[in-house]
């Protein structure tokens, strides 16, 4: 069960940046310092959006799903599992269309060694 609760955490962790990735590409560059009001309603516009309302409730139910996760689990064997969010993410970039170098796709491998390591490593939930 508690595999459960990391996997939905993770998951809803990774849906809120990919979210939030949506509302500030949709809402464009940012307009740089060039006054308070052209700030605030571009942060306004943002904010309000669809993919930020969803991005805020994705990681207010990934937090509350955690804390029952860090209640019964180990530190050292939950928090390793967030690293499967940058994976989702990674992923998520890819079928986006954003540049995927070498150095991204080694990095996705050495972080599914490490959890291979960490789930391997016997600890037990």
Known sequence: MI???IAISVCLGAAGQIFM?????????F????????????FWGAILSWPML???VS???SYVVWLGVLSRADLTLARPMVSLGYI?????????GERMGWE????IVLIMIGLFLVVRSGARV
């Open 21 to 29: 990735k949506i509302a500030m590409r949709d809402a464009g560059p």
């Open 31 to 42: 307009p740089g310092l060039i006054g308070v009001v052209d700030i605030a309603r571009y």
């Open 3 to 5: 595999w459960v609760a």
């Open 54 to 56: 969803a991005a805020i």
């Open 59 to 61: 990681y207010g139910i």
């Open 104 to 107: 991204r796709v080694l990095g």
């Open 88 to 96: 989702m993410v990674i992923l998520y970039g890819f079928y986006a």
